[in-house]
């Protein structure tokens, strides 16, 4: 996996440099302008790039334009876009267009090493990564009381976090302390009260959760 990284912080940039490397992944270059990332983005395409949403000259939004200018230019990279806090409206925005190959976490997710390279490596696989705390944000919102989550119960609410986050159903097993078996009835009960079909390719079923849950 090659990557390239995009912040205007030095230290967060060496940071996320280091963690990569420990973990045997080449960083290929280091931007802190999305001048700078287009450029090296056009010049050799990474398998990922590694995004601020705040960026130079006023940072509200410039990362954010830069990947969507990256997936017309590039749909082959996978975009992970990382920020301070939870911002709705930017979730919002990610999940109005597809979201596979493509992750949004937030940047104290980088300091658990693994999984920040788990997230890394489901993008780049074609799926999804979407930070913990935005997707119960989503779950909680007026859209998703409307479309009935409520008619879930805790332990399938619990099980629909981590199907939005992109993991498998055996990663969830292994996360809760669960049997597959138990995690596969889960899915297909949280999937039957959705109205949505399981079509067993989990990025698909990623997208499908994604696209119900979206305000």
Avoid: C, W
Avoid at 101 to 116: C, H, I, M, N, Q
Avoid at 127 to 139: E, K, N, R, W
Avoid at 171 to 186: G, M, P, Q, T, W
């Amino acid at each position: 996996m090659r990557v390239v990284i995009a912040d205007d912080s030095v230290l967060v940039r060496e940071g996320i440099v280091s963690l990569l490397m420990r973990a045997g992944i080449e960083v290929s270059a280091q931007l802190s302008s999305p001048e700078e990332l287009l450029a090296e983005v056009d010049r050799q395409p990474p398998d990922v790039a590694v995004i601020d949403i705040r960026m130079p000259p006023t940072f509200t939004d410039e990362g954010l334009r830069a990947a969507h200018e990256i997936r017309r230019r590039h749909p082959e990279v996978a975009i992970m876009i990382l920020s301070q806090f939870v911002e709705a409206g930017i979730a919002t925005r990610l999940l109005a267009e597809d979201p596979e190959r493509l992750g949004y976490l937030l940047k104290d997710r980088v300091t658990a090493p693994s999984e920040f390279v788990d997230a890394l490596e489901r993008i780049v696989e074609g799926g999804s990564a979407l930070d913990p705390q935005i997707v119960s944000g989503l779950l909680s919102g007026g859209a998703a009381r409307r479309n009935g989550i409520e008619a879930l119960t805790p332990r399938e609410r619990e099980v629909l976090e981590l199907v939005a986050e992109g993991l498998t159903n055996q990663a969830i097993a292994d996360r809760l302390d669960l049997a597959l078996r138990s995690v596969e009835k889960h899915v297909s009960a949280i999937f039957t009260k959705l109205g949505l079909q399981d079509t067993g390719t989990e990025h698909r079923r990623v997208l499908a959760v994604l696209r119900y849950l979206r305000p």
